[in-house]
Nanobody, 121 residues
């Protein structure tokens, strides 16, 4: 059974920084794309950043220049460094990983349970 566990959320003042982590555990053959999403109250879940297996990143316009996503393949872990945080960044942040459990098997998407990020003004 694959599990994704996020950590690193919390309360921070505007202009501050947080670093989110998401670690995958269980039987995993390979992890392909990874993504960080967020959902604010009353809004739809949106993609914040994504990273491919070779390490190419893509960011939402609202976080470009402030957030940095990285991955550690040896640890099955993905990170999101968030700097210059704004109150509009307040949301529950979720990680998503597209992975294969077995060699030659299908690829499935797995989600974490989310971590709350609150930015005060």
């Amino acid at each position: 059974q694959v599990q994704l566990v996020e950590s690193g959320g919390g309360l921070v003042q505007a202009g501050g920084s947080l670093r989110l982590s998401c670690a995958a555990s269980g039987i995993i053959f390979s992890i392909n794309a990874m993504g960080w999403y967020r959902q604010a109250p009353g809004k739809q879940r949106e993609l914040v950043a994504s990273i491919t297996s070779p390490g190419s990143t893509n960011y939402a316009d609202s976080v470009k220049g402030r957030f940095t996503m990285s991955r550690d393949n040896a640890k099955n872990t993905v990170y999101l460094q968030m700097d210059s945080l704004k109150p509009d960044d307040t949301a529950v942040y979720y990680c998503k990983m597209e992975l294969q459990v077995h060699v030659g098997g299908p690829q499935f998407a797995y989600w974490g349970h989310g971590t709350q990020v609150t930015v005060s003004s």
